[in-house]
T-cell receptor, first 107, second 112 residues
Framework: GIQVEQSPPDLILQEGANSTLRCNFSDSVNNLQWFHQNPWGQLINLFYIPSGTKQNGRLSATTVATERYSLLYISSSQTTDSGVYFCAVHRAGKSTFGDGTTLTVKP | NAGVTQTPKFQVLKTGQSMTLQCAQDMNHEYMSWYRQDPGMGLRLIHYSVGAGITDQGEVPNGYNVSRSTTEDFPLRLLSAAPSQTSVYFC???????????FGSGTRLTVV
């Protein structure tokens, strides 16, 4: 099956800092999504981004499908950004998640 | 409220017991899926469905059954619970596979 690797596994930031999270995948995919899991366990869809760049407020994402990676940018981080960020790739009906990047934003 | 509803939120089972985790959505989504999340790991796909009457296996289907008799409901059945099935279970739905997923709030299952 497809392998999905996320880096870094852990990230600690001071409030206001910027960060870049990376997702590499081993084969061509139909779609890619980014999710945030908050400290209470709730999963929220951030981006559906099979290719190109999207922005939503302080967050943006870029997927380069031909090179099999995606990046999630968080600018001016806030304590509410803390949690785990997952990318998931989709192909032939099946989804494969990475193990996530755990982000801690300190006040 | 539109969304994905999972019940129960918490469950403790004894080894060998069976149970059904419920998942319902009211967004007329065709694609529904079940995942398990173990500590420190991402979500792993158990089963999925692309529409009523159609289901297929994911990455970790052993020990679980599903059915999809309506568009709205996608229950997950544990046939004979084992301690290895202790996990948090999430149900998700979307208009089609890979579209923006909406997740339920999860079921925390402990098998003793």
């Amino acid at each position: 099956g497809i392998q999905v690797e996320q880096s870094p596994p852990d990230l600690i930031l001071q409030e206001g800092a910027n960060s870049t999270l990376r997702c590499n995948f081993s084969d061509s995919v139909n779609n890619l999504q980014w999710f945030h899991q908050n400290p209470w366990g709730q999963l929220i869809n951030l981006f559906y981004i099979p290719s190109g760049t999207k922005q939503n407020g302080r967050l943006s994402a870029t997927t380069v499908a031909t090179e099999r990676y995606s990046l999630l940018y968080i600018s001016s981080s806030q304590t509410t950004d803390s949690g785990v960020y997952f990318c998931a790739v989709h192909r032939a009906g099946k989804s494969t998640f990475g193990d996530g990047t755990t982000l801690t934003v300190k006040p | 409220n539109a969304g994905v509803t999972q019940t129960p939120k918490f469950q403790v089972l004894k080894t060998g017991q069976s149970m059904t985790l419920q998942c319902a959505q009211d967004m007329n989504h065709e694609y529904m899926s079940w995942y398990r999340q173990d500590p420190g790991m991402g979500l792993r796909l158990i089963h999925y469905s692309v529409g009523a009457g159609i289901t297929d296996q994911g990455e970790v289907p052993n020990g679980y059954n599903v059915s999809r008799s309506t568009t709205e409901d996608f229950p997950l059945r544990l046939l004979s619970a084992a301690p290895s099935q202790t996990s948090v279970y999430f149900c998700a739905s979307s208009y089609w596979q890979g579209d923006g997923y909406t997740f339920g709030s999860g079921t925390r299952l402990t098998v003793v």
